[in-house]
């Protein structure tokens, strides 16, 4: 069964009527880059407008639908700040249209004077007029026809409007093909087909069909759990099996001496669990978990290493480019003291070809890098172990096109985030797991502090006594509605006024949006130069390593997840000195807000914060879910997905299982399953193997 029937999901957002470029800027900030992404934005609630036949039978602050006739314009006097209104009349009685901050070609065009038109929004009483502000719907006269009371609440961003919303939903849907069942019968009960079920997620009636248990709910998260575990299990079983990676340790002992410091047991064990999978004949996909901190960078050199003495190459492949040219200061040295090639690629490094080369001929023996590795350009001469750091950051597509370079290519995937063992399932499969517990030497603990903003002048006259005695100060900016564009105004406003305390040469500001080069050159300052308070979005959070770095101060704390919280906090305490976290929240604050702050205060212990986090969040509170270690997911939500993850993994096995290869009518439909979830490198390993 090919994929032909589902081209029209996965063709661009500008396919569809109205869509003009600069929406599609607006709608990748939501991520929603086709129209298939249209169909995987959910509502979040419901809206209840009942037509109302006239004002009459209308009540103040009532939520309505109403046809009126537009009778005039009236823009509001220059140099007074009121709003524009349209004056419009239904049955004998006027209704004024109030819009701030209007646009008046636009309202002409979608108002036209002397034209019926449907309105939905709520009414107010304002000097004995009726008044509605801000409409949330506008439409022809003739929609009142076919109107549906209640309607979908998408989530939204500046410049998109709920209108928008759920008119190109609706297109979406109507490109949208029936496709054949692919969940095996035994499964499936009680649940709607999977068009049907897309029909009604759109068009819910009531908040209960919000929730994630909902039986329409459940079955598109089962789907994409499905496809998932799919993925993972054709990774598992149709991949060749291992080959033995066997040394004699040489490389290893040159690396330990020149770091200086012992293995601690947790590092220690962890590795020879790694070393003895890849002794193994049969093929290596490893975890390797460990809290903010522990070593797993060294332990992942080493497992290096020893591929290496044993006459293989390896990669090391990382999410974003400070992490990747971080993890190549540190890795190149070490490697030069062991005679080991390490060479880093990225995006924005030009004249790659000698690198490609070199890669090809076998010369390097490591390349770190970002996403730039996954291009078809680079190949390997005897690739034979690949480490993934920040593994939730990349798709298990990804996972196999990386080790598609080579033959039998054996996996060791980390997180910094420590993950209880159904969020581990959902995000790994059924890995093999190894678990660093304890920390470095000489780490000493991290003095955790919670203060009110209302104590910022404080906070910021204290930093001048920390910077005279030569600290290194984060200060990261909160996390605003997860708006790119508020998070950088938060920080370019907090940047400013640490910059007119302390002067520019001392403070630092690094955000998402900067291009490569500026973003080093702070980084660098910042390390190594005179910058000594770095002003940050959450771009920090993962892997940012400045061992003179001994204070992190987070704005609006309240706003962040609990493992977001730990991965911040472990940018400070790398080094042997003393260092300081401070929480700064604002108010009001949420009782779950206080606890998690409670909780940074009382433990650095990562595995009893990810507990933590799970227990609080429940299935409704998902604030930081994005950096917080779990896999991004569309349907699924993350925090109360067990039971429905644990079945889409038994239907997985048992599908594979019946029908190895996906041959069957309902392998061919789970095919095409692969295909709708972006699994296409799964598909791939089928038709070539």
Not at 453 to 482: F, H, M, T
Not at 519 to 537: E, H, I, R
Not at 614 to 630: V, W
Request: charged share 25%; glycine share 8%.
């Amino acid at each position: 069964m090919r994929p032909e029937s589902l081209f029209p999901l996965f063709s661009p957002l500008e396919n569809l009527k109205g869509v003009g470029p600069a929406l599609i800027k607006t709608l990748k900030r939501l991520e929603i880059n086709r129209v298939v992404d249209l169909l995987w934005h959910l509502p979040v609630g419901v809206a209840h407008f009942p037509l109302k036949p006239s004002l009459k039978a209308c009540r103040t602050g009532e939520s309505v639908a109403l046809v009126v006739t537009v009778l005039n314009h009236e823009p509001p006097l220059q140099g007074r700040r009121k709003p524009y209104k349209v004056v419009c009349e239904m049955v004998g009685e006027l209704l004024d249209l109030t819009f701030f901050n209007a646009y008046p070609k636009t309202l002409e065009t979608r108002l036209p004077v002397g034209q019926k038109r449907l309105i939905c929004g709520t009414l107010e009483r304002f000097l004995n007029m009726w008044q509605m502000a801000h409409p949330e719907r506008i439409a022809p006269a003739e929609v009142a026809t076919y109107w549906q009371e209640k309607i979908p609440l998408y989530p939204l961003t500046a410049g998109f409007f709920q209108s928008q919303a759920q008119k190109l939903t609706q297109l979406a849907l109507k490109r949208t093909p029936d496709l054949p069942e692919w969940i095996p019968p035994s499964y499936g009960e009680g649940w709607p087909k999977w068009r049907k079920a897309l029909e009604a997620v759109h068009a819910p009636q009531s908040e209960a069909e919000l929730h994630p248990h909902h039986p329409v709910r459940e079955r598109l998260a089962f789907d994409e759990l499905f496809a998932d575990q799919l993925a993972l299990g054709l990774v598992r079983r149709l991949q060749p099996h291992g080959k033995s990676i066997i040394s004699k340790g040489i490389l290893k002992d040159k690396i330990l001496k020149a770091f200086g410091y012992p293995l601690t047991p947790g590092q220690a064990q962890a590795l020879t669990e790694i070393e003895e999978d890849l002794a193994s004949p049969t093929r290596m996909i490893r975890l390797l978990q460990g809290d903010v901190g522990s070593g797993k960078t060294l332990v992942a050199f080493l497992a290096i290493a020893h591929a290496i003495e044993a006459g293989y190459q390896a990669a090391f492949l990382v999410p974003t480019e400070i992490l990747a040219n971080q993890h190549a200061k540190t890795l190149i040295p070490l490697g030069q003291q062991a005679g080991i090639d390490v060479s880093l690629l990225t995006s924005r490094q030009k004249k790659k070809t000698a690198l490609y080369d070199e890669l090809n001929s076998g010369k390097i023996q490591l390349i770190v890098g970002t996403h730039a590795l996954l291009q078809d350009t680079v190949q390997f001469s005897n690739l034979g172990l690949v480490v993934i750091d920040e593994q939730h950051r990349f798709g298990v597509d990804q996972r196999v096109n990386l080790t598609s370079k080579g033959e039998a290519v054996d996996v060791l995937v980390m997180t910094a985030t420590p993950i209880p063992r159904t969020l581990r399932l959902t995000a790994y499969g059924d890995l093999e797991v190894s678990r660093i517990p304890d920390k470095p030497q000489g780490r000493k603990p991290i003095q955790t502090r919670v203060l009110g903003l209302n104590r910022l002048e404080e906070v910021s006259a204290g930093l001048k006594r920390l910077l005279d005695q030569g600290s290194k100060i984060y200060w990261v900016c909160p996390l605003v509605e997860e708006s790119e564009t508020l998070d950088l105004a938060a920080a370019t406003d907090r940047y400013e006024h640490l910059k007119g305390l302390f002067g520019e040469e001392k403070v630092g500001l690094v955000h998402g949006q900067q291009k490569g080069d500026e973003k080093d050159s702070v980084m660098t300052s910042f390390k190594d130069g005179p910058c000594q308070v770095l002003v940050a979005t959450t771009v920090i959070e993962v892997g940012i390593d400045v061992k003179a770095a001994n204070v992190m101060i987070i704005e609006h704390a309240e706003r962040f997840g609990l493992a977001q919280l730990h991965q911040l906090r472990g940018r400070v305490g790398r080094g042997d000195q003393e260092s300081h976290c401070l929480l700064l929240y604002g108010y009001p604050i949420s009782d779950i807000g206080k606890r998690r702050l409670q909780i940074m205060k009382e433990t650095e212990d990562g595995f009893r914060i990810a507990e933590e986090d799970l227990a609080l969040r429940g299935g409704g509170d998902i604030l930081g879910t994005k950096q917080s270690g779990l896999p991004s997911y569309k349907l699924v939500d993350p925090f109360t997905c067990g039971p429905l993850l644990e079945k889409a993994y038994q239907a997985a096995t048992h599908l594979l299982k019946e029908d190895p290869h996906l041959l069957s009518p309902q392998g061919q439909a789970a095919r095409l399953l692969l295909y709708l979830f972006g699994q296409e490198k799964a598909v791939h390993l089928l038709t070539s193997g």
